[in-house]
DNA sequence: TATACATGGACCTAAAATGTCCCGCTATGA
DNA sequence: TCATAGCGGGACATTTTAGGTCCATGTATA
């Protein structure tokens, strides 16, 4: 299989390149159907006759159907896509990039997705999708999932499909109020997954700023207490990564604690833990859940994060999560390897 | 593997065939080279002009080279047609014909080329790629291989290379004197084996029509007895399958020989015996050499014959022969399959 | 040295791809 | 209920490409 495409590479890079652009439009109608033609070659940057001959074929293939609404992918569609995802990365040569990554970054496990979300948002969704399929890979029959906030986690979130097998699923929030935007907040991207899972889970309402003894009491409140008693037995942490900058302006980070983050020259940010470029904590959130050395007794732990601009925080963090699977984007990836 | 193929073709519905395309003029090339447009063109049935585009993309690819005597493949052309092999003998439906053939004829082992040799000439060449290939594949340490004469065992000594690992290979042709043409008889052909190979050989000088007593004579002098031994150790025998009534009259068959070929419905062809539907034997050349008896001890006996009308000979011949590997040619199997 | 065969340039035509503009339909939300 | 934004699809001009045809020029070889 390999050989067949490397071959096909060197004899027909023309009909690859074809093969290329009708996956892109098939993968993003998934995405987004039902839509429409303007939008779709909006944000594929395809003018709009191109597309139009191109959707017009593979209408003719039964891989789409085309209502008042716009177009969607057939079954026939969805399958060839899965079918040809694999094949597609090798085309994409991001197979290739996947080995680079492990090699510079060390790690063992990386998954690239083709874009860069930074340019096109669609390509979180792509993160959440491979995200989806890398988590459904791993889990066994009863889980306990800990989910972190962030928008890419919320993408993640959004393309959870139920689990044939087993939903015997139970998504808890990994850690207390980080100040997030309540869309982005940890509590509600896990309800959102169960929702979508069809499983169960439990949320931690913990105020944002408090007084020590107030958590302190928090804490030992029964229903609290329940809920990070699961969370410390999670299997399975799913977590963004954020630019250390941009996480604490987004959260309101007391004037304080910023400036301890830009003294310490922190770069990266996951979980509330900021970190500098060689992946030692600097600075942390004081909240209740998960903490940073919990993460080794986890079975898995999945970092998602994309864009050329988180190039550097994902490098950062990595250094100190050599275990962790990390499923980013083209842009990031490019970005990483080019330093 | 063959899903790929199928999701491609969804997606790329000519994909196979300009792949098919490119492959066989490079393959073409390959078999030729150095040659013209006007002559391959010719020879593929393809307009003179499509070809040069195709051949302009090729060159640019660099996988062949254009000069004043022709063009030729590139060392990595070269490569290519060998990865893609395998690849086009499943795209081209070759091994669906190689599983079915086994079944129908009850053997072993076969390989189909693409083709028909009684169409296409060039085809002969491609069995005796095939058949090299075997050979190689079976080839041990010191071996002694012995090959009867034929147009079709003359292409598979042309297209003989030279073994990279060792070439103690000594060629003898596997019977005397059968009636053939200089060029196609197998002393000819034994020599031309050894010489592309860089290998040994040995010679049976054996006068076509002999009287008993000079038969027993000669075959008492020592350089005669000495290849004869040889021959009957060989370790390998290649050998071509005729129409019955063809070879005979290729062959200056004596009038009542020709009655009994006729009268005994004799179909097939091969060493110098003449087999009928059922693979009996109805007639033998006295001669010296390798009986058909004697196969049976011989390691690797490849039989190579092609081209829809050697059909019923190849299916009468195979009927005795279970163990043999049959290199054939599309025409043939498809012919034999058909019945 | 003639000949045959090689490539490569030039030009024309047919056909396919693409750009542009517009129309009628329908789902949606005020 | 109705306005409207967004949908697919028709029509046609224009550009680009593929392919047909012919010929010039170079180079091995008999």
Redesign the pocket.
């Known amino acids: 299989m390999q050989s067949l495409i490397e071959a096909q590479k060197k004899l027909l890079p023309?009909l690859l390149d074809v093969m290329q652009k009708r996956y892109r439009i098939l993968q993003y109608i998934r995405l987004m159907q039902?839509?429409?033609?303007?939008?779709?070659s909006n944000s594929l940057g395809?003018?709009?006759?191109?597309l139009?001959?191109?959707?017009?074929f593979l209408?003719e293939q039964n891989l789409l159907i085309?209502?008042?609404?716009?177009?969607s992918v057939t079954s026939e569609g969805n399958e060839l896509l899965h079918i040809l995802e694999d094949v597609m990365r090798e085309v994409l040569g991001l197979k290739d990039l996947e080995k680079k990554l492990k090699h510079t970054l060390h790690i063992e496990d990386v998954i690239v997705v083709a874009g860069d979300s930074d340019l096109s948002p669609w390509v979180k969704k792509e993160m959440g999708r491979a995200c989806v399929a890398c988590m459904k890979e791993r889990l066994t029959d009863k889980n306990i999932v800990a989910v972190t906030g962030g928008t890419t986690l919320a993408a993640v979130a959004e393309m959870m499909t139920p689990d044939s097998k087993q939903s015997d699923v139970l998504f808890v929030p990994a850690r207390g109020g980080l100040g997030e935007d309540v869309k982005n907040q940890a509590n509600t991207i896990c309800a959102k997954m169960a929702e979508k899972t069809m499983g169960n889970y439990r949320l931690l309402h913990v105020p944002d700023h408090l007084s020590n003894e107030a958590y302190q009491s928090l804490i030992e409140e029964p229903t609290v207490k329940e809920v990070l008693q699961l969370i410390k037995s999670s299997s399975m942490v799913i977590h963004g990564i954020g630019d250390a900058i941009t996480m604490a302006e987004r959260r309101k980070t007391p004037e304080e604690d910023m400036e301890k983050i830009k003294a310490r020259y922190a770069v990266a940010e996951a979980f509330g833990y900021y970190f500098n470029q060689e992946g030692e904590v600097v600075h942390k959130v004081k909240t209740v859940g998960i903490q940073l050395e919990d993460l080794e007794h986890v079975q898995h732990v999945i970092a998602v994060a994309g864009g050329a601009s988180k190039a550097k925080a994902i490098k950062a963090y990595m250094k100190q999560a050599p275990h962790s699977i990390l499923i980013t984007d083209e842009g990031a990836a490019r970005a990483l390897i080019r330093e």
Chains 1, 2 share one sequence.
Not at 34 to 40: C, D, E, M, N, T
Not at 46 to 50: A, F, K, N
Not at 52 to 56: A, F, G, H, N, T
Not at 66 to 71: D, E, F, L, Q
């Open positions: 023309d039902p839509i429409g033609r303007r939008v779709l395809i003018s709009e006759r191109v139009r001959s191109e959707v017009q209408k085309m209502s008042s609404a716009g177009m």
